[in-house]
């Protein structure tokens, strides 16, 4: 822990700045600031209201600015170091990012974690590179003057010309009062994305669903609010060619990150959160000093193990969307500098409120497990140190950081220990799952991965927002695989969740890679793969085990009166 | 400007354009060879060109080898198809709210594939047109006419009415056949060798229709495919006497024959001009010369006394220089032959002569027509009333319960539940199996393109929100689409539904063993 935090000596509560002021410091400043920041720059900045360079300084676009800087000019081996987390049912380390150069071909070679870390992108490549145009999934962000904001691969100087056509193509659309969704070529997709003057383009041949790319677009999108809220949009309105791209400086190994978890986190198709496994007794204990917390002024407090929820509370009529927990965890974990002193960051949680500021105190306790205090109150860091502190002693006491590691290590959901006894299924399975098959054991000697090859599943408790994944077998240990596996899923998700027909109850899929089931009931989504030859009766029986299964584990996967989430939801729609 | 004119019911457009054409600026409009409606202002025609020229342009960046397909946006659809290198066909239609106006991408692309293919049997292809005469007058009249023409079919007012998802049970390219008994296909081939000898030692082909359905060939796939949309639209006894209500698939609504009167269509001059090229050998080069020569003009067509339907296709000025029966160029056949149609009841007998046989045009085709009344009229006779003997009318393939579509996409066949039957699905089912073919499409097009070479079996089985099951089956290339609405709510009965029909109706095809 950094035994001299540097939060803003906040001066005058009474006179905040008005956010236009904070961004146009932000500006001028990102670029300068080290990964922590001084003191004495904060006091500098005073005058210009402690929002400013102060607040910004152990934020988004400093902290990351500087953390680029930091990784730029380090070696590879010191580079080796850096970069997200890697979960551990994910083949997360093998798919990091982008490739080398030299690697031109539609096929992006397995990239290096190196790479990843590097958090850049080719920028020798640029629209006329032959190995550019080749790669797989570009992500462009530009501006409604078509300024280049952010690309995926290359420079976005060199992609000056290009961001320009890409705005001429969506400008000429909304000349004639029409909204462009997406143009398909062969495998090529383009799919595009419009939030007022901000233009979000995806260019993939990855056989995607439309669907998911443009919930991919919008968590960009969301991404680039958690750092800048809505309020961007003024900057825009007073200059139409203002360069947006400054103030994301910085920012590209949060965007890449963001962009790599669309091949293996579920969270962002599925709209749900997971939870680290804890016995019920260890996460109360959590959850109850956290609420000691959020009772005494702090908006959310969460306390998670990479992007694995240990425990979240959050004061009264506050709504967390699973998609902010999503953002909020990629932000900090992609950003070298929360792991390396606790931090105090404006952040906005684009669902909770676009338009606003909050302000998160992070602090990793470990390597992977980090407690984020968010606030409304720009001068909480030190009373939220104070909070994280009294947290800390509770939970060591408690033992909950230790069993913390010892889940990490050894809680996951094998399907190998799916539970053999049949006399579970007669408890209330779905009607669609209620099969009147023989109730012979099946043989998990013959199957191929799982019991009746099963391979993998995926369930998601509508009501709590909360899914859980089971570990991939040995059969799907391959990164390629498992992307691939979560492609299908995906498309399985768009499927199901059609806008205009679905949602649909049951799914079955067949093709030469997998069996894929799905169900959606009013309490619960199930995903299961299976291997291609899976027998179809004898796999509905296994989706009901695995129902099952889940309900006599739920009180240790799930976290049972946390924020609510839905009900929450529906209630603000 | 841009993907409409901004007009409350636009409807739908249909342009063809030459991208090698107008390069210069200001010369953007050479580009054009059709649009439809031919009233739409200039510079909205040019409007949707250029932002479909900009979006090939852009997306060949990505997908050099790969054309682009579609322009999805939040009030229209563009649908794409590079007809001949070069020259595209896009088809705008207007979305709204209601969803009725829901589309099917590949069955939008079916329509413009469907017009080019015809067109190519009529006058052969437009880039010879354009080569022939640069100035492209010949190339816009002949596509002012037939597409508009071809177009009459889906008007509804001054809109088209194009298919949607309710006719999702449908396949536009491809065959309906009639299953016939052995007995029935020993006449059918009898017949058909009397055919073929109709002009002597020379090989005549032919296509023998009941009612809409195709019962038998001698032609290639592709060739049969054409002959026979031609056929179904424009030749059949239903199809003569059009203004009545058609089961006929490929046909929508009634017919208001809205001749084009646009600028384009300008023929005298070049019709002059090219009437004398008699000799013409090249695909479909006799048509090119008349410009009055519209194949799918349905009130210039009609059943003779003597059971052929012929042409009312001249004109006084131009009479004589057109033949009695049309010259087809049917590539896969790599021939040019002359059509004669010959009707007896329900029984359409298409019977195709080369075309360089005939040295003496005219007469030789009137020998044709003597030799198939002499010789082959007992063999139709007997053919047509053991067919209407074995006819089940417009159900009769119909299998209860099930409201299905089978297609042989590499013999280009296709079978289905009868439209009456289809129209008591619910929207929701229809929407749904609407929705899951558009992926299937997207399966398939992907299968296409990757390396393996091989068949990709897949099967995709829905339960939908209103309880009734959508199924798509992909096995060995052959495609099975199905919707269930009373049935049970396991998977198992979804299965063993799809089971039971394969078994019964598709020898097996789609069964699991």
Same mark, same amino acid.
């Given at each position: 822990?950094?035994p001299?935090?540097?939060?803003? /000596?906040?001066?005058?509560?009474s006179?905040?700045? /008005? ?12 670029a300068h ?6 003191a ?9 209201? %402690?929002l400013?360079a #102060?607040s910004?300084g152990g ?11 930091e990784v730029?000019?380090l070696d ?5 170091? !850096? ?9 997360y ?16 070679p397995?990239p290096?974690p ?9 920028v020798d490549?640029d ?8 790669r797989?999934?570009h992500?462009?962000i530009l501006?409604?003057?078509g300024?280049?904001?952010y690309?995926? %691969?290359?420079?976005e100087?060199?992609l000056?010309g290009?961001?320009a056509?890409?705005?001429?193509i969506?400008s ?5 009062g029409?909204? *462009?969704?997406f !143009? ?12 007022g003057? *901000?233009y979000l !383009? ?5 056989e995607?669903?439309?669907e998911?790319?443009r919930?991919?677009?919008e968590l960009?999108?969301?991404q680039?609010l958690l750092i ?7 900057y825009?309105?007073?200059n139409?060619?203002?360069?947006m791209?400054t103030?994301?400086?910085g920012t ?6 963001l962009?790599?978890?669309?091949s293996?986190?579920p969270?962002t198709?599925?709209?749900? %959160?997971t939870?680290?496994p804890?016995?019920q007794?260890t ?9 000691d917390i959020?009772?005494s002024g702090?908006l959310?407090?969460l306390?998670?193990c ?5 425990s979240?509370?959050?004061a009264?009529?506050? *709504?967390?969307?699973p998609?902010d ?6 932000f900090?974990?992609?950003s070298?500098s ?8 404006p952040?906005?949680?684009?669902r909770?409120n676009?338009?606003?500021f909050?302000? #998160?105190?992070?602090h990793?306790?470990?390597e992977n497990t ?5 606030s409304t109150?720009?001068?909480?860091f030190y ?7 009294h ?8 033992n ?21 006894? +049949? ?6 399975? +779905?009607p ?7 109730s ?6 013959t ?12 369930y998601?408790s509508?009501?709590?927002d ?7 077998p *040995? ?9 691939r596996?979560y492609?299908?899923y995906q498309?399985?998700y768009a499927?199901m969740?059609?806008?205009?027909t679905?949602?649909h109850?049951?799914?079955f ?5 997998? !069996?894929?089931?799905c169900?959606i009931t ?9 291997? /291609?030859?899976?027998?179809k009766?004898?796999?509905i029986k296994i989706?009901?085990?695995?129902c099952q ?14 924020v609510?989430?839905?009900?929450g939801?529906y209630?603000?729609? | 400007?841009?993907?409409s ?8 457009q ?18 054009i ?6 009233d739409?202002?200039?510079?909205l025609q ?7 020229e900009g979006i090939?342009t ?5 997908s &050099?080898?790969?054309?682009c ?14 007809a001949?290198?070069?020259i595209?066909?896009?088809?705008v ?12 991408c590949?069955?939008?692309q079916?329509?413009l594939?469907?017009?080019?293919s015809?067109?190519t049997m009529f006058?052969?292809?437009?880039r010879?047109?354009l080569?022939?005469q640069?100035?492209?007058e010949?190339?816009?009249g002949?596509?002012?006419?037939f ?7 889906f008007s509804?007012?001054?809109?088209l009415?194009?298919?949607t ?13 009639l299953?016939i008994s052995?007995?029935?296909a020993?006449?059918v081939q ?7 000898s109709?002009?002597? @030692?020379v090989m ?9 359905l195709?019962v038998?060939t ?5 060739d049969?495919l054409?002959?026979y949309?031609?056929a179904?639209l424009?030749?059949t &006894?239903r199809?003569?006497?059009s203004?009545?209500n ?8 009634t017919?208001v ?9 300008n023929?005298?001059a070049?019709?002059?001009r090219y ?6 050998t ?18 210039k067509l009609?059943?003779?006394k ?10 006084s ?6 033949p ?7 590539q896969?056949?790599?021939?040019r032959m002359?059509?004669?149609v010959?009707?007896h009841k329900?029984i359409t007998?298409?019977?195709?002569? &080369?075309?360089?046989?005939?040295i ?8 044709v027509k ?18 209407s003997r074995?006819?089940?009318?417009e159900n009769?393939?119909h299998?209860g319960g ?13 079978r ?6 289809v129209?008591t699905?619910s929207k929701d089912?229809?929407l749904?199996?609407n929705?899951?073919r ?6 398939k097009?992907?299968a ?6 091989h068949d990709k079996?897949?099967e995709v089985?829905?339960?939908a929100?209103? @309880?009734?099951?959508?199924?798509a089956?992909v ?6 689409y ?12 979804a ?7 394969s078994?019964?109706y598709?020898e097996g095809?789609?069964?699991?063993d």
């Open positions: 822990m950094d001299n935090p540097r939060p803003c /000596p906040l001066p005058n509560d006179h905040p700045e /008005p956010p236009e002021k904070r961004l146009a410091t932000l500006s001028l400043r990102s600031l080290p990964p922590d920041f001084a004495a720059e904060i006091q500098e900045d005073d005058d210009e209201g %402690y400013t #102060a910004r934020s988004s676009s400093c902290a990351a600015a500087a953390w680029k800087d730029e000019g590879d081996d010191k580079d080796a170091n !850096v970069g997200p987390p890697s979960p551990s049912s994910s083949g380390a093998g798919e990091r990012g982008s490739s080398l150069a030299s690697s031109a071909g539609v096929d992006d397995e290096q190196d790479d990843w870390a590097r958090g850049k992108k080719h490549e629209d006329a590179s032959a190995s550019w145009r080749k797989k999934k992500f462009f501006s409604n003057s300024k280049p904001i690309s995926r %691969y290359g420079d100087h060199k000056a290009f961001s056509t890409l705005q001429a969506i000429f659309v909304q000349n004639s029409d909204h *462009i969704k !143009v398909r070529a062969g495998k090529h997709q383009i799919v595009f994305l419009v939030k003057p *901000i !383009v995806c260019i993939s041949c990855t995607e669903s439309y998911g790319l919930g991919q677009l960009m999108y969301g680039v800048l809220t809505k309020v961007v949009n003024r825009f309105e007073k139409p060619r203002f360069d791209a103030l994301l400086g590209d190994a949060v965007f890449l990150s962009i790599h978890a669309f293996w986190n969270a198709f599925l709209h749900a %959160y939870c680290l804890l016995a007794s996460r109360q204990a959590a959850s109850a000093v956290l609420q959020a009772d702090v959310f407090a306390l998670m990479e992007h694995k929820v240990i979240l509370v959050g009264q009529k506050a *709504i967390l969307h998609d927990i999503f953002l909020l965890a990629n900090i974990l992609s070298e929360f792991r390396t002193s606790e931090s105090f960051s952040i906005c949680l684009p909770y676009p338009m606003a909050l302000y #998160a105190y992070v990793f306790f470990d980090y407690l984020t205090l968010l109150r720009p001068d909480a009373d939220l140190k104070d909070s994280r502190s947290i800390q002693n509770v939970l060591s006491k408690a909950v950081l230790v069993e913390v590691q010892k889940s990490l290590r050894e809680s996951a959901l094998h399907i190998e220990d799916l539970p053999a006894d +049949p006399s579970s299924l007669s408890l209330s399975p +779905p669609q799952l209620s099969e009147d098959v023989n012979q054991l099946l043989s998990s000697e199957a191929i991965g799982g019991p009746a090859g099963l391979l993998h599943f995926i998601k509508i009501y709590l909360q899914y859980v994944s089971s570990e991939f *040995i059969l799907i240990s391959n990164p390629k695989q498992q992307k596996l492609k299908a498309k399985m499927s969740h059609d806008k205009a679905g949602p109850k049951t799914q899929r067949k093709n030469e890679d997998y !069996v894929l089931f169900w009013q309490e619960f989504e199930l995903y299961a793969a299976f291997n /291609p030859l899976a027998d009766m004898q796999a989706c009901n085990r695995v299964w889940i309900r006599d584990l739920e009180n240790e996967i799930f976290i049972y009166g946390a609510p989430s839905l009900l939801r209630m603000r729609d | 400007m841009g993907l004119s901004g007009a409350a019911g636009d409807g739908a249909l342009c063809v354009f030459d991208l090698r054409r107008g390069q210069q600026e200001g010369q953007e409009l050479d580009k060879l059709f649009f439809h409606p031919a739409c202002p200039i510079l040019l409007s949707v060109i250029g932002l479909c090939i852009f997306s060949r960046i990505f &050099p080898d790969d054309d397909e579609v322009i999805e946006s939040e009030n229209h659809s563009h649908v794409f198809h590079q001949e290198a070069d595209w066909m896009v088809l239609v207007e979305k709204n709210k209601d969803s009725e106006l829901t589309w099917r590949g069955a939008l079916g329509i594939k469907e017009v080019h015809l067109f006058y052969g292809p437009i010879t047109l080569d022939r640069p100035s492209a010949l190339a816009r002949h596509l002012c006419t597409v508009t023409d071809y177009l009459s079919d509804a007012g001054k809109k009415q194009l298919p998802f309710r006719d999702c049970l449908k396949e536009r390219g491809t065959v309906q056949m299953t052995r007995e029935v020993l006449e009898s017949l058909t060798t009397v055919l073929g109709c002009l002597g @030692n005549c082909q032919s296509l023998v229709l009941f009612e809409d195709l038998s001698t032609l290639p796939p592709d049969t054409n002959l949309t031609y179904v424009r030749l &006894p199809a003569l006497s203004y009545a058609s089961w006929s698939y490929l046909r929508k609504g017919s024959h809205a001749v084009p009167t646009s600028s384009s269509s023929g005298t070049s019709v002059e009437r004398n090229r008699s000799r013409d090249s695909p479909g080069g006799q048509n090119q010369m008349h410009h009055y020569f519209r194949p799918l003009q349905r009130e009609y059943k003779g003597d059971g052929f339907v012929t042409t009312d296709f001249a004109t000025e131009i009479r004589g220089a057109v009695l029966a049309p010259i087809l160029w049917f896969q056949a790599e021939d002359h059509l004669c010959y009707q329900n007998i298409l019977l195709l002569t &080369p075309a360089s046989s005939l003496n045009g005219d007469e030789d085709i009137a020998h003597r030799h198939l009344l002499e010789h082959a009229s007992q063999n139709i006779v007997t053919v047509e009333q053991k067919l074995g006819w089940g009318g009769a393939y299998v099930y409201r299905y579509l089978l297609v042989d996409p590499d013999r280009k066949v296709s289905a539940s009868p439209p009456g039957k129209t699905l089912s229809l749904s199996l929705r899951l558009e992926e299937i499409d997207l399966e097009s992907r296409g393109r990757s390396d393996s070479g079996d897949f089985c829905i339960r929100k209103n @309880n009734s099951w959508v199924i089956k096995t060995r290339g052959r495609e099975l199905m919707a269930l609405e009373k049935g049970g709510e396991t998977l198992l009965y299965s063993t539904a799809v089971e039971k029909f078994n019964r598709c095809a789609f069964s699991t």
